[in-house]
């Protein structure tokens, strides 16, 4: 049976792949015949085939060097939010959009005074003739100066106790009350954002899930971006700003294979690559180098089987479990390689190891502890929700 799915996707992608092709149309072509996320149900624009099936298909892109289908936000975090929240004729319509490529979106969850706190935000939505006008302010909003969406927690019974009060409302982010300000991180990279959403409309068909129930719609968002893994197979960056949906596939393959994904560089460092630098820098034969790089082989050996696990058959407090360990292999990543580099890991700019691949990973390692929620939430989550430990 796998056999005869394998051999129908080769038989698809020889008649529908060519080096001509748009990134739209390469993307049209997987989602309408259900190839670009084959583990969806049919309804929703999938084959209704196993996780197992899907990363075969995956596997076979990745060996043919192809682009894969769409990645990012809408893919990883949007897309199992609607599947599990959103009405028949919400998935309907906007889960075929995503599997095309043709929306990014970002989360607008964190506020100023609501991180780990997340259910005491702020920001309010009123009705307003079938819409829905949007106050307030949003932080640390990875991408969001790329998406079209933004996934909105917003407050819409300000009398009722904090968690029951929100709905999760989908905004569109080209319009004249949304404001997106960029804000530069100690990597030196502008990921993140500050979004103003003044008098922002959010047509009323845009309300995943019961009015006032959008905590419970947040969590499978939260949990999905906890226990997300980087696509085996690189694709460029999907949405209308995102600038690739009209340049050929060719193109983007090549431009693939020379820069690899910002997320792969900054968190993507295994104990081979350590072994790899402590030859280059001839420090493989020190027996504390070597230990450490074992130590970090088999962190990262161990999280990936965890992944793979928890996408085969997810448990209780898995995607917590997941977020703790893939944060301790990058603080250890992190540790092991600057060890490795010795006084070299101080360099930074033209001078830094690897041209500054070690020195972002560095300065990068300590963002897996904190976005999704950071490790002490985590700890809270697995003590209260799956050991039933008392409350804080
Ligand atoms: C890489 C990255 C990407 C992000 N992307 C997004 C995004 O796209 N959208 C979005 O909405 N947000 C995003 N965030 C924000 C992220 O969700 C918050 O930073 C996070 O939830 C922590 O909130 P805070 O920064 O307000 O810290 P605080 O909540 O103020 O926490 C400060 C410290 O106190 C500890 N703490 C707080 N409460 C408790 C408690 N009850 N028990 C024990 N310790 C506690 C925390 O662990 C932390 O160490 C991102 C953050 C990062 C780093």
């Given at each position: 049976?796998?056999?005869d799915?394998?051999?129908?996707?080769r038989?698809?992608?020889?008649?529908n792949?060519?080096?001509?092709?748009?990134?739209?149309?390469?993307?049209?072509?997987?989602?309408d015949?259900?190839?670009?996320?084959?583990?969806?149900?049919?309804?929703?624009?999938?084959?209704?085939?196993?996780p197992?099936?899907?990363?075969?298909?995956?596997?076979?892109?990745?060996n043919?060097?192809?682009?894969?289908?769409?990645?990012?936000?809408?893919?990883?975090?949007?897309?199992?939010?609607?599947?599990?929240?959103?009405?028949?004729?919400?998935?309907?319509?906007?889960?075929p959009?995503?599997?095309?490529?043709?929306?990014?979106?970002?989360?607008?969850?964190?506020?100023?005074?609501?991180?780990?706190?997340?259910?005491?935000?702020?920001?309010?939505?009123?009705?307003?003739?079938?819409?829905?006008?949007?106050?307030?302010?949003?932080?640390?909003?990875s991408?969001?100066?790329?998406?079209?969406?933004?996934?909105?927690?917003?407050?819409?019974d300000p009398?009722?106790?904090?968690?029951?009060?929100?709905?999760?409302?989908?905004?569109?982010?080209?319009?004249?009350?949304?404001e997106?300000r960029?804000?530069?991180q100690?990597n030196?990279?502008t990921e993140?954002?500050?979004?103003?959403?003044?008098?922002?409309?959010?047509?009323?068909?845009?309300?995943?899930?019961?009015?006032?129930?959008?905590?419970?719609v947040a969590q499978?968002?939260?949990?999905?971006?906890?226990?997300r893994?980087?696509?085996?197979?690189?694709?460029?960056?999907?949405?209308?700003?995102?600038?690739?949906l009209?340049?050929?596939?060719?193109?983007?393959?090549?431009?693939?294979?020379?820069?690899?994904?910002?997320?792969?560089?900054?968190?993507?460092?295994?104990?081979?690559?350590?072994?790899?630098?402590?030859?280059?820098?001839?420090?493989?034969?020190d027996?504390?180098?070597r230990?450490?790089?074992?130590?970090?082989?088999?962190?990262?050996?161990?999280?990936?089987?965890?992944?793979?696990?928890?996408?085969?058959?997810?448990?209780?407090?898995?995607?917590?479990?997941?977020?703790?360990a893939?944060?301790?292999?990058?603080?250890?990543?992190?540790?092991?390689?600057l060890?490795?580099?010795?006084?070299?890991?101080?360099?930074?700019g033209?001078?830094?190891?690897?041209?500054?691949?070690?020195?972002?990973?560095?300065?990068?390692?300590?963002?897996?502890?904190?976005?999704?929620g950071?490790?002490?939430?985590?700890?809270?989550?697995?003590?209260?929700r799956?050991?039933g430990?008392?409350?804080?």
């Open positions: 049976m796998d056999a799915v394998t051999a129908e996707f038989a698809w992608l020889d008649a792949w060519s080096a001509g092709l748009t990134v739209r149309e390469w993307w049209r072509r997987l989602a015949s259900g190839w670009s996320f084959p583990q969806w149900p049919e309804e929703a624009g999938g084959r209704g085939e196993s197992r099936m899907a990363r075969v298909a995956r596997t076979e892109l990745a043919r060097k192809l682009i894969g289908p769409p990645d990012g936000i809408a893919v990883t975090m949007l897309a199992p939010t609607l599947l599990q929240h959103a009405s028949p004729a919400q998935q309907r319509e906007l889960l959009q995503i599997a095309r490529g043709e929306i990014a979106a970002c989360q607008l969850f964190s506020e100023p005074g609501a991180g780990s706190d997340l259910a005491g935000l702020r920001t309010s939505a009123r009705p307003d003739g079938g819409d829905w006008v949007v106050n307030g302010q949003k932080v640390w909003s991408l969001a100066h790329e998406a079209d969406w933004g996934m909105l927690l917003a407050r819409t009398e009722a106790p904090k968690h029951r009060g929100i709905s999760y409302l989908l905004v569109p982010l080209a319009q004249p009350g949304v997106v960029p804000l530069r100690m030196g990279l993140f954002n500050e979004v103003f959403l003044t008098e922002a409309r959010v047509p009323g068909d845009r309300l995943v899930g019961q009015l006032n129930d959008g905590w419970r499978a968002t939260l949990a999905a971006e906890r226990s893994v980087p696509s085996a197979v690189p694709a460029p960056p999907a949405g209308q700003r995102g600038g690739w009209d340049r050929t596939v060719g193109e983007a393959a090549e431009a693939l294979r020379t820069a690899a994904s910002t997320a792969t560089r900054m968190y993507s460092r295994s104990g081979r690559a350590a072994r790899r630098l402590a030859l280059q820098y001839d420090v493989w034969s027996d504390v180098v230990d450490n790089v074992v130590q970090l082989h088999i962190l990262s050996e161990a999280s990936r089987a965890l992944m793979a696990r928890l996408r085969a058959s997810p448990f209780d407090g898995g995607a917590s479990v997941a977020k703790l893939a944060a301790a292999l990058a603080r250890r990543a992190r540790d092991v390689d060890d490795v580099l010795g006084p070299a890991g101080l360099l930074s033209p001078d830094a190891a690897l041209g500054g691949e070690v020195e972002l990973m560095a300065l990068s390692a300590h963002l897996v502890s904190i976005g999704g950071t490790d002490e939430i985590q700890k809270n989550v697995l003590a209260e799956v050991l430990l008392p409350r804080e």
